[in-house]
């Protein structure tokens, strides 16, 4: 099912700036045990972006009851609902004058199945040599720029590596192409700054909360290679995924550890 | 007019990849004198990046056919034809499998009106705050990631400001935020690299060949601040303007030099 502008439709304009420019944003949730998962932290981060970017967007109340119309007629237990806020149809140019209704488009998609021993042994993940590019204003944003991330992803097609860690110019690890990164190391949780590079997920920030009030340690710095290296455990996260715990990455492997299982314990029992 | 995949058609799939993650490319050309304007070397560049992006764009016999009627059937002695090409539709996620038809798209807007003194005694421009960001892989193409030329062009609405100038985050100079810029010191032109930050445009490369031909000397090279606040003469170009002689910066003033007429009436006189 797609709505856009709460209408039965899946087209839009080719004068769309998301089209034009990837002038927008977007969430992707999780819909499990009848309810999409996190939604008010998607939808929170979803308006921020807005903000962030100036999208004048205000058709928060048509938004939510598309939504709703939405989940009523989803058939399957578990989906995944992807919400896209655009800044709408434009003239060519660059310049905006924010007058245009920005474009809303809710679609549902099937929820992903992967192995079960993703979960429970871990994963394999790879380096990818495409960098994520240093820009402190987009930083953080699920904005609609993705190149990087399909380049990164499209690095790959061997189905036994779930996953490709992205360093930034500077060298520093900053996350997968799809999911935030932690590492844990003398009981101590450490995940990438997303400041200057990298998405702020709504998991990772579920994860941090979680660690914090669990009476983890958390800390938000800069990773290194070497850092990740020497690491004790490692796990990656995101909306669909969950957590899941990194078994490999290249050649060097990690145990499923017991902060790994205690937080991915936490964040399938919360939001219930 | 707009063809897309040759039927005419204004909406594309909101599952388009464009739309998703801005995978794609494009191009603006100048439709003028009853022809698009250097037409081969903007093909090519269509072509050169959707290798560069990996997009396998095998439709350049149709697009060409496409392209000769959208020209047949403009009324307007001036127009701008604008092509782009994304991977096509996918299903979610970043991964493709490039099996998918790249959606190609051609549209036909009407060619902009600007003030007659800005050929003849230049523009102003303004300094933006929004960055290029470094990324080597992705410099020069011209692809659909353009949030930070958005940003940049939104930071100001007065009409009498032309184009703003965008430096990277080292803080050299890169180029407009439409446009690529030149500068004339001692009779020499010179203009930033585009292989870390900004856009190979076509009319940045038909400038250079000019100039060489006419035996000005040329340099891409980076351009800090300093260097831009101490040229003799500044301009900026792209296949629409053409070339503008830049006539203030903020406060510094600029005169309209000898080497930027000469170019201006070279580039009118070439592709004719």
New interface residues.
């Given amino acids: 099912m797609?709505l856009?502008n709460g209408k039965n439709n899946?087209?839009?304009?080719?004068?769309?700036?998301?089209?034009?420019?990837?002038?927008g944003v977007?969430e992707?949730i999780a819909y499990r045990n009848g309810k999409p998962e996190f939604l008010e932290q998607h939808l929170e981060r979803l308006f921020t972006s807005c903000d962030l970017?100036?999208i004048n967007f205000k058709q928060q109340d048509e938004l939510l009851s598309e939504l709703a119309l939405v989940c009523e007629a989803l058939q399957q237990e578990q989906a995944?609902i992807?919400i896209?806020v655009?800044?709408g149809e434009g003239?060519?140019?660059?310049?905006?004058?924010n007058s245009a209704l920005p474009t809303r488009?809710i679609?549902t998609?099937s929820h992903?199945t992967f192995p079960e021993y993703y979960q429970k042994d871990g994963v394999l993940l790879r380096f990818c040599e495409?960098?994520l590019?240093?820009?402190s204003?987009?930083a953080g944003i699920k904005?609609?720029?993705?190149?990087?991330?399909?380049?990164?992803?499209?690095e790959w097609?061997d189905p036994d590596i779930a996953e490709g860690i992205m360093s930034d110019?500077d060298d520093n690890i900053i996350e997968g192409?799809?999911s935030n990164l932690f590492i844990v190391a003398s009981d101590k949780l450490y995940t990438p700054v997303v400041t200057r590079a990298g998405i702020a997920g709504v998991v990772r920030a579920q994860v941090i909360q979680l660690a914090t009030r669990s009476g983890i340690s958390v800390q938000e710095q800069i990773i290194t290679k070497k850092a990740l290296a020497e690491a004790d455990e490692v796990f990656v996260c995101n909306s669909v995924i969950g957590i899941w715990p990194v078994s490999a990455i290249s050649n060097k492997l990690y145990p499923v550890g017991f902060i790994t299982q205690f937080l991915q314990k936490a964040l399938a029992e919360c939001d219930k």
């Fill in positions: 797609v856009i899946d087209k839009v304009s080719v004068f769309d700036r998301g089209l034009q420019y990837g002038d977007f992707t970017l100036s995944v992807k896209t655009t800044r003239s060519r140019g660059y310049f905006s004058d488009i679609s998609h992903p495409q960098t590019s240093i820009n204003r987009l904005h609609l720029n993705r190149l990087e991330q399909v380049l990164a992803r499209n097609d110019d192409t799809m």
